[in-house]
């Protein structure tokens, strides 16, 4: 059983519409939840982190974490070509490992 | 304020080769981690480590080696090198707050290897 799991894609938005990206974890001790973006060759880099349950708003983006359905969610408002990039999820499990997802290609029409 | 460095940046090794991976880094972090990032896949966790002296294995550590004699480094080893694992390996640094929670990754630039 895969311990993060993300919604596969490749995900496809139209410029300014939202996009939603999931996630779902197996640690129910996990306390430490990110959200990250790498470009093509790049480095991944962090877009949010989220440890209590509820909305975190950043700019355009906002991350929702709820525990008891082990679910991660980012969303990306007014959506820019500049978005387009590889989101990935990690979680930090109990036993102190950062695990991420397989990742979700996002492309942002103009 | 050089965060965390990796070396080399690229390298091709014939099959059977050995070599180490360095990682360094200048924040004072207890925890390290090193993982491998396949074409269009997410990271794996190959090995991490909590504190100096202490290692543990992550999801895909077989052909893989790691000390952590000082806090600042973790080199990763491959003994024998295979073509399943030419990858890109990053290695990436946090520490841990308060009330048990991690700070975010702070990834290294990676190490793009071949081996053939």
């Known amino acids: 059983q895969k311990e993060v799991e993300q919604n596969s894609g490749p995900l496809s938005v139209p410029e300014g519409a939202i996009a939603s990206l999931n996630c779902t974890y197996s640690?129910?001790?996990?306390?430490?939840f990110f959200w990250y973006r790498q470009y093509s060759g790049k480095s991944p880099e962090l877009i949010m982190s989220?440890?209590?349950?509820g909305d975190k708003e950043d700019g355009r983006f906002t991350a929702q974490l709820n525990k008891a359905s082990q679910y991660v969610s980012l969303l990306i408002r007014d959506s820019q070509p500049s978005d387009s990039a590889t989101y990935l999820c990690?979680?930090?499990?109990?036993?102190?490992?950062?695990?991420f997802g397989a990742g979700t290609r996002l492309t942002v029409k103009p | 304020n050089a965060g965390v460095t990796q070396t080399p940046k690229f390298r091709i090794l014939k099959i059977g080769q050995s070599m180490t991976l360095q990682c360094t880094q200048d924040?004072?972090?207890?925890?390290m981690y090193w993982y491998r990032q396949d074409p269009g896949m997410g990271l794996k966790l190959i090995y991490y480590?909590?504190?100096?002296?202490?290692?543990d294995k992550g999801e895909v550590p077989n052909g893989y080696n790691v000390s952590r004699s000082t806090t600042e480094d973790f080199p990763l080893r491959l003994e024998l090198a295979a073509p399943s694992q030419t990858s890109v390996y990053f290695c990436?640094?946090?520490?841990?707050?308060?009330?048990?929670?991690?700070?975010?990754?702070?990834f290294g630039n990676g190490t793009r290897l071949t081996v053939t």
């Open positions: 990436a640094s946090s520490y841990l707050g308060g009330r048990g929670i991690n700070s975010p990754l702070h």
């Open positions: 640690d129910r001790g996990s306390q430490s």
């Open positions: 989220i440890y209590s349950n």
């Open positions: 990690a979680v930090k499990n109990n036993n102190n490992d950062m695990r």
């Open positions: 924040m004072n972090h207890n925890y």
């Open positions: 480590s909590v504190g100096a002296g202490i290692t």
